[in-house]
């Protein structure tokens, strides 16, 4: 068993920032990589960033120079940290690791909401 629990959601102004907190536990093994993903209203779930194990960070064009993803091993734990923030950001964000061999978990999400 593998539980996600994502936080550091909220209302913020167009231009501000915030940063999303993943914690894992539970059986914690192999991690492959781990990952932010987001999904607005009516559109499909996207790939925000993710960061593999022992690799370099991967981000969507729309968060690349804004957004920074980090992983602290130590911890289980996974940031992602969202600068000059735009009311296109607005989804709910989720957590994804991957482990060994390719099974996905997913957090319950977390609610940004960007005002203009």
């Known amino acids: 068993q593998v539980q996600l629990v994502e936080s550091g959601g909220g209302l913020v102004q167009a231009g501000g920032s915030l940063r999303l907190s993943c914690a894992a536990s539970?059986?914690?093994?192999?991690?492959?990589?781990m990952g932010w993903y987001r999904q607005a209203p009516g559109k499909q779930r996207e790939l925000v960033a993710d960061i593999p194990t022992g690799g370099r960070a991967d981000y969507a064009d729309s968060a690349k120079g804004r957004f920074t993803i980090s992983r602290d091993n130590a911890k289980n734990t996974l940031y992602l940290e969202m600068n000059s923030l735009k009311p296109e950001d607005t989804a709910v964000y989720y957590c994804?690791?991957?482990?060994?061999?390719?099974?996905?978990?997913w957090g319950q999400g977390t609610q940004v909401t960007v005002s203009s």
């Open positions: 994804k690791v991957t482990l060994w061999p390719l099974a996905d978990y």
């Open positions: 539970g059986s914690i093994r192999n991690i492959i990589t």
